[in-house]
């Protein structure tokens, strides 16, 4: 009669083990190399998402670094309950409203926008689709912060919206009404400037 040791079948209902995870449960361990190594991961799309934020390059570094520092003595506490991306980008979030909030200088009036109500889905997808990338990169910047925030957060990151509720700290409804208008804002601004270039090549 063979024996069946219950250990057995839990280790085969285990699943494969997140080698982020594994970076974060090293760095809890003090391990500096696996510090070092999330870094190299996520320095460069962490320090685009808080530049957006801070509008100004000096700020976002010192933000940046402050994220790490942040990760360094906190990264025993996460879960697993989002993905790594997903904790580090609300880590970097708060660091920004943190160093905003000392320096004095606006982050983003999500007070305004509260109450804005999402308009009806979605014409602006093909002016989205068929914009140049200057174009498109310019008119980001003329957006509000709250606005060019979760554009960044959706098409440059790929967050979902549950992900988008965790970072920003709303609920759900909230970001699709958010993203919603951020969109409309942004296809506004891109037709805006189709017609000035339309009324340019007709010499007006």
Excluded: C
Excluded at 13 to 41: C, F, M, S, T
Excluded at 56 to 82: C, H, M, N, P
Excluded at 155 to 167: D, I, K, N, Q, T
């Amino acid at each position: 009669m063979e024996l069946v040791f219950p250990w057995k079948s839990v280790r085969a209902k285990q699943q494969p083990v997140d080698p982020e995870a594994l970076l974060l449960q090293r760095i809890a361990q003090g391990d500096r190399h696996a510090l070092a190594d999330l870094y190299a991961r996520y320095q460069r799309p962490l320090f685009h998402y808080v530049v957006q934020l801070a509008s100004d390059q000096g700020v976002a570094e010192e933000i940046l670094q402050d994220t790490f520092l942040a990760v360094w003595k906190s990264a025993g506490s996460y879960q697993g309950r989002s993905t790594v991306r997903t904790w580090l980008i609300g880590i970097a979030r708060r660091q920004a409203h943190n160093a905003l909030r000392r320096s004095a200088l606006p982050l983003a009036g999500e007070a305004e926008l509260a109450g804005v109500e999402a308009p009806d889905p979605e014409p602006e997808a093909a002016a989205l689709a068929a914009a140049d990338r200057e174009v498109l990169a310019a008119a980001m910047a003329k957006l509000s912060p709250v606005h060019r925030e979760i554009l960044i957060l959706t098409f440059v990151h790929g967050l979902s919206y549950p992900e988008l509720a965790e970072v920003l700290a709303v609920p759900a409804g909230t970001v699709k009404s958010r993203l919603s208008n951020a969109k409309q804002a942004l296809r506004k601004l891109l037709v805006h400037h189709g017609d000035t270039e339309t009324r340019r090549g007709h010499g007006g």
